[in-house]
């Protein structure tokens, strides 16, 4: 019996370890914890995080207060009207220009988990044209994003989009943040954002 309780007692610490490992980086309510840039539309309905374009129909942001160097970042978005948006890893900006790397979220075969590197290389990697049937167009999607030294890897609906190597994205710092795409029209929801770091 006493070898069953610290069996029991060493599970109940180890999975409460694990969960801590795991935390919210939106909290349902409101945008603790992030910085908006940009005249664009960011809000909190019904316990969903929205952007929407506004007014300026330009490229808007919304960032993390911290940042993040190697991590497991999951998360849920629904695409509404033109869904052209995306996440950013490891990045600065100044204003409205960003400066990091993307992992594309966007309307069907517009490359959803393809890595992008804005201001510089343009398009890094796409995924297969067979794996961008993942993306559900009008419903929720699941994306999980690892970011470990200089490898990134996307998941779309728990298909393996990309797998990227590289160099500069190795040296990169920075935080995360979601991105709203210039021309107006874009609305995407999203939900479910959790990050786990990883030494």
């Not at 960032?63 to 999951?74: G, Q, R, V």
Request: aromatic fraction near 10%.
């Amino acid at each position: 019996m006493k070898k069953l309780t610290i069996l029991l007692t060493l599970s109940l610490f180890m999975t409460a370890g694990f969960s801590q490992k795991k935390k919210k980086l939106f909290n349902g309510k409101d945008l603790s914890g992030w910085n908006v840039h940009g005249t664009e539309k960011w809000y909190v309905d019904n316990g969903e995080l929205v952007c929407e374009s506004g007014p300026d129909k330009q490229y808007g942001y919304l960032s993390t207060d911290k940042h993040y160097k190697n991590f497991i970042l999951t998360l849920k978005f629904k695409l509404e009207a033109n869904g052209n948006s995306g996440v950013f890893i490891r990045s600065g900006i100044e204003g409205t220009k960003i400066s990091g790397w993307q992992v594309e979220v966007a309307p069907p075969d517009m490359h959803t988990g393809g890595i992008y590197e804005s201001y510089g290389r343009g398009w890094l990697i796409q995924p297969k044209p067979e794996d961008e049937k993942a993306l559900k167009a009008t419903e929720w999607n699941e994306m999980k994003i690892e970011v470990k030294g200089d490898e990134v890897t996307s998941w779309l609906n728990g298909t393996q989009m990309v797998h990227l190597k590289d160099e500069k994205i190795g040296a990169g710092d920075g935080f995360i943040a979601l991105q709203i795409h210039d021309g107006g029209g874009i609305k995407v929801r999203w939900k479910d954002i959790r990050i786990q770091e990883l030494k």
